[in-house]
């Protein structure tokens, strides 16, 4: 957000954070944001169907990857141990997203089973609304490991927090990101220059450096 407004003076960003599917649902409702950025690019797509979104805005911005992260106070050794951490008697509580409406929480779910984990594992799982909600729930103690974002183990004061695995990309499938300019949106040209900042090379490589796979 801070690089995109550095370049376009005057403009502000008021983001909005929850799960892909909840703004899905408020969307088709016409609720008023400017630009939807999904972390399953369906999302976009049935807005597209439904004639909701500007003709030709839809786009593929990244792909999200999946971590096991634990916070350093845990001393369990994800990093090491990988999936098979889960099955410590000391990890009493794993959180993931819902899976019913957020992606990274199909992801995660996805990977439990191609791991051969989650009849063992299951009667742990707690759940969060969203990625960021869940996360908070490891941070928070509320649960010893999360299934989690790799963008967000990565984020500034929390790669210091804790330690992660990342999670095979064989083993769930691909988290492709997109988003779309709403067909209500009052700043057409300022929802342009902000996906034509996040194609850019400038904005590829800070999702890169945030943990996102490339296009």
Do not use: C
Not at 10 to 31: C, D, K, R, T, W
Not at 112 to 120: E, F, N, Q, R, V
């Amino acid at each position: 957000m801070k690089a995109f407004t550095a370049g376009h003076r005057g403009m502000q960003i008021e983001p909005a954070y929850g799960s892909s599917g909840m703004f899905y649902a408020q969307l088709v409702n016409h609720a008023p944001f400017d630009v939807f950025l999904s972390a399953d690019i369906q999302y976009p797509r049935k807005l597209a169907d439904q004639g909701l979104i500007v003709p030709d805005s839809l786009f593929s911005y990244a792909d999200g990857r999946i971590v096991l992260w634990t916070g350093n106070a845990t001393g369990i050794d994800v990093e090491h141990l990988g999936i098979e951490a889960l099955r410590l008697p000391a990890v009493k509580h794993i959180a993931i997203a819902n899976p019913e409406h957020a992606p990274y929480g199909r992801a995660a779910d996805a990977a439990l089973h191609s791991l051969g984990t989650y009849d063992a594992v299951k009667s742990k799982i707690v759940m969060g609304e969203n990625i960021a909600q869940t996360f908070q729930l490891v941070q928070s103690g509320a649960a010893e490991v999360g299934i989690v974002a790799l963008s967000l183990a990565l984020a500034p004061g929390e790669v210091w927090q804790g330690h992660y695995w990342e999670v095979p990309q064989s083993a769930y499938p691909r988290i492709r990101q997109g988003g779309a300019i709403l067909k209500w949106t009052k700043n057409l040209e300022a929802a342009k220059d902000f996906r034509a900042f996040l194609l850019s090379a400038e904005g590829r490589a800070i999702l890169k450096r945030y943990g996102f796979s490339g296009q």
